[in-house]
């Protein structure tokens, strides 16, 4: 993954720390280390990935990757806080594109993402993803299609 600039839509320190908190979980994450990603989020974690997929812990984060691609990383662009962040509550957005191989080996890259997250009292409360991975495993579908 490459470093991506945290920008700061609200100038104060509140916003810094949550985009941090972000970055240095979705660096986590990515690795893929679950266990060491528990160390960001709430106990009560909402998670809903693309899909609309209800999930509370990161672990089924990447066990949804592991059937869904050979690999998967992401390519962050940028960090946002919205105005207003507080260290009582932040809302932060991450975006980019991810790059892998589908389960069949065939490489891909340039697949646009948007994460938002909730962080509360610096920790993620609620985390919701979005992809082009349905559209493009849609397409692959269709192009083997008699």
Not at 5 to 28: C, G, K
Not at 35 to 44: L, S
Not at 68 to 94: L, M
Request: aromatic share 10%.
């Amino acid at each position: 993954m490459q470093d991506a600039p945290i920008s700061v839509m609200a100038d104060n320190d509140s916003a810094r720390r949550a985009a941090v908190t972000v970055d240095t979980y979705l660096r986590t994450l990515m690795i893929p280390d679950p266990e060491g990603a528990r160390r960001f989020i709430a106990p009560d974690l909402r998670i809903r990935f693309t899909g609309g997929r209800a999930m509370t812990d990161p672990a089924q984060c990447a066990a949804f990757n592991a059937v869904r691609y050979a690999w998967v990383k992401k390519r962050f662009e940028r960090i946002e806080v919205v105005c207003g962040a507080t260290d009582d509550e932040a809302i932060v957005y991450n975006l980019g594109t991810l790059h892998g191989a589908w389960p069949d080996g065939t490489p891909f890259e340039g697949n646009r993402y948007v994460d938002r997250y909730v962080v509360r009292r610096g920790l993620i409360t609620e985390m919701q993803v979005w992809n082009d991975s349905a559209e493009w495993l849609l397409d692959r579908a269709a192009a083997v299609q008699p």
